[in-house]
């Protein structure tokens, strides 16, 4: 993990050593005004030298001015290093998830994929980039402090080593409690997170159960039992910073009560006195935020090991090392030999030993029972799993064998959960062509009877279609899809129920213009209704078996 996050810092080494120097001068300008002081009171103020003073006044000014300058460009520089580190992570963890199976997506609860994306990321980058940073000015800030107490009279260093080791200790004390704390707060945010995910994908849905105030309770339940965890560990975290705070305050007050006693003897100059005040109080400051970074250390390992968990799934497919060549043409025979399926963490057979073959270019009806495994036969054609046994192969070669990208680009599915995104029809139709023209984007539309006679798309293909199509009736989102795919032209399309929002008269004008579309091109219907279409094969799926007849009806 550590190297995972370096690799997103390397490249901007060089400004961050920038920032650093910047910023150690800035550190080096503070840790010079005490000691100013110091010469200010004891040469010019106890000496009544008016040059000295003002000479001293003019330079503190100087690098109290410089300090501030120099510590806005650490900022700026800072902030946006800050931000591209953060968003190259965040991009990287979204390619992952991109490549990831259905299988994850099933078994994990969106809003904690969410939460890892978002507040993990944002902890880990606070740490990796903020933290760090400000550790090494921390540093140096201290032992420059220690340094120059040093020089003022010694035996004040051991006062100061005393009172940071005595801190130290108390932080490190409350450092299990701080860890588990940290990661409850994490899983409680994430359930959280999860709740809204899902229950605003539903909320029809739970109006219509008169489900609202379950609803609000079982936020509630969430709120409580993450309230009672955020409040320990407030408690703990404000202890981690107020103890040490006491303990330094308690201490300035004591060299004061003795100090007094060595200025009248002589053995300390009431200048000297006041600059260790100040270099205690800048000493205990980095060794506080040290320990704060202690803190954020302990909240990025918890982030860390959650995002690591992330990142160590690995996708249940994917494409060989060295990929062969699609036959040509792409829709060569398709053939089901011996295919055995199990889906992952389950006992129960989908498919096995199912063998069919699909001469090329014939249209198909792939039919079965609810739950007979049509949709996990789409799956396998576009290999989003691969078959526990036995082998699916187009044109002679194992579809293991090519590339998944390409393979997506010559079978493509047309689902029953047509998918929409927030955009023009066009953005939509256009989504699996990028480079198509508006022209043919209109083309597609039309043959997919989205344009004609529809009062829904007053603006043609420039109409906005809200979120997930929300705005959208069934049947429109099914002939987006198919827009889509004829817009495409994959060699071999299967059309799982992708028609069985619309009427029959529709689904009959969108299957004369799929098989004028597609003519020469294999075409899987995965249908319930056969309809009375003509099919060059006729495919049953029973109890796990592909039964087939050649023609029809
Ligand atoms: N991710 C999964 N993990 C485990 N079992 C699954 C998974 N997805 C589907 N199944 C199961 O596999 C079987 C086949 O499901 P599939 O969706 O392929 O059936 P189908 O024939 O398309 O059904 P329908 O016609 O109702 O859409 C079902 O029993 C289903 O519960």
């Known amino acids: 993990m550590w190297l995972w996050i370096a690799g997103f810092i390397k490249p901007y080494a060089g400004a961050l050593v920038l920032v650093m120097v910047l910023s150690l001068i800035a550190v080096g300008g503070g840790l010079a005004q005490p000691y100013l002081t110091k010469s200010l009171i004891d040469d010019g103020i106890l000496r009544?030298?008016?040059?000295?003073?003002?000479?001293?006044?003019?330079?503190?000014?100087?690098?109290?001015?410089?300090s501030t300058v120099l510590n806005f460009l650490?900022?700026?520089?800072?902030?946006?290093?800050?931000?591209?580190?953060?968003?190259?992570?965040?991009?990287?963890?979204?390619?992952?998830?991109?490549?990831?199976?259905?299988?994850?997506?099933?078994?994990?609860?969106?809003?904690?994929?969410?939460?890892?994306?978002?507040?993990?990321?944002?902890?880990?980058?606070?740490?990796?980039?903020?933290?760090?940073?400000?550790?090494?000015?921390?540093?140096?800030?201290?032992?420059?402090?220690?340094?120059?107490?040093?020089?003022?009279?010694?035996?004040?260093?051991?006062?100061?080593?005393?009172?940071?080791?005595?801190?130290?200790?108390?932080?490190?004390?409350?450092?299990?409690?701080?860890?588990?704390?940290?990661?409850?707060?994490?899983?409680?945010?994430?359930?959280?997170?999860?709740?809204?995910?899902?229950?605003?994908?539903?909320?029809?849905?739970?109006?219509?159960?008169?489900?609202e105030m379950r609803e609000i309770h079982r936020l509630s339940d969430l709120h409580i039992a993450m309230r009672g965890d955020a409040l320990r560990l407030q408690f703990v975290a404000y202890a981690a910073h107020a103890v040490p705070t006491l303990i330094t305050s308690l201490t300035i007050l004591g060299v004061f009560g003795f100090g007094s006693g060595y200025i009248a003897s002589g053995e300390?100059?009431?200048?000297?006195?006041?600059?260790?005040?100040?270099?205690?109080?800048?000493?205990?400051?980095?060794?506080?935020?040290?320990?704060?970074?202690?803190?954020?250390?302990?909240?990025?390992?918890?982030?860390?090991?959650?995002?690591?968990?992330?990142?160590?799934?690995?996708?249940?497919?994917?494409?060989?090392?060295?990929?062969?060549?699609?036959?040509?043409?792409?829709?060569?025979?398709?053939?089901?030999?011996?295919?055995?399926?199990?889906?992952?963490?389950?006992?129960?057979?989908?498919?096995?030993?199912?063998?069919?073959?699909?001469?090329?270019?014939?249209?198909?009806?792939?039919s079965g029972k609810s739950g007979a495994g049509k949709t996990t036969i789409t799956d396998l054609l576009q290999r989003y799993y691969d078959p526990s046994e036995g082998q699916i192969l187009l044109g002679g070669a194992n579809i293991a064998d090519f590339n998944i990208a390409d393979l997506r680009r010559v079978i493509y599915v047309v689902s029953q959960e047509a998918t929409v995104v927030h955009g023009t029809l066009a953005d939509n139709i256009r989504y699996g062509s990028p480079t198509a023209s508006d022209k043919e984007v209109h083309n597609a539309a039309e043959l997919a009877g989205l344009l004609v006679n529809s009062p829904r798309f007053v603006d043609g293909i420039?109409?906005?279609?809200?979120?997930?199509?929300?705005?959208?009736?069934?049947?429109?989102?099914?002939?987006?899809?198919?827009a889509r795919a004829l817009l495409m032209k994959p060699e071999i399309l299967v059309i799982d129920e992708g028609t069985s929002a619309v009427d029959v008269l529709t689904e009959n004008a969108l299957f004369s213009t799929i098989r004028n579309g597609f003519s020469n091109k294999t075409v899987i219907y995965v249908s319930h209704r056969p309809g009375d279409m003509h099919y060059d094969v006729c495919i049953e799926l029973v109890r796990g078996q592909l039964i087939q007849a050649r023609s029809v009806p």
């Open 48 to 66: 009544s030298d008016s040059s000295f003073i003002w000479t001293l006044v003019a330079i503190g000014a100087a690098i109290a001015v410089c």
């Open 74 to 211: 650490v900022r700026r520089t800072y902030v946006s290093l800050s931000c591209t580190v953060l968003h190259a992570m965040r991009e990287d963890i979204f390619k992952h998830i991109l490549s990831l199976s259905p299988t994850y997506f099933s078994g994990s609860k969106q809003g904690d994929i969410q939460s890892r994306l978002d507040g993990d990321i944002a902890e880990i980058q606070r740490f990796a980039v903020d933290t760090l940073l400000a550790s090494v000015n921390n540093i140096i800030m201290l032992v420059g402090s220690l340094v120059l107490i040093w020089t003022l009279s010694p035996p004040l260093v051991i006062v100061t080593a005393g009172v940071i080791i005595i801190s130290t200790l108390f932080v490190r004390c409350l450092r299990p409690t701080l860890e588990t704390m940290s990661r409850r707060a994490r899983l409680h945010s994430s359930a959280i997170m999860g709740f809204f995910v899902e229950k605003l994908r539903c909320v029809k849905f739970i109006q219509a159960h008169c489900a």
């Open 268 to 366: 300390i100059t009431l200048g000297a006195l006041i600059a260790f005040v100040s270099y205690l109080q800048k000493s205990i400051s980095p060794a506080q935020n040290l320990l704060g970074s202690y803190v954020s250390l302990q909240k990025a390992r918890v982030s860390m090991e959650r995002v690591k968990a992330l990142m160590d799934e690995r996708p249940a497919v994917a494409s060989p090392s060295e990929p062969i060549l699609l036959p040509c043409p792409a829709n060569g025979i398709l053939e089901f030999r011996d295919v055995s399926f199990i889906y992952p963490g389950s006992h129960a057979h989908v498919l096995k030993t199912a063998s069919a073959v699909i001469p090329s270019g014939s249209h198909v009806l792939l």
């Open 462 to 482: 420039r109409t906005i279609v809200g979120e997930r199509g929300a705005d959208l009736s069934g049947g429109e989102r099914q002939r987006i899809s198919l």
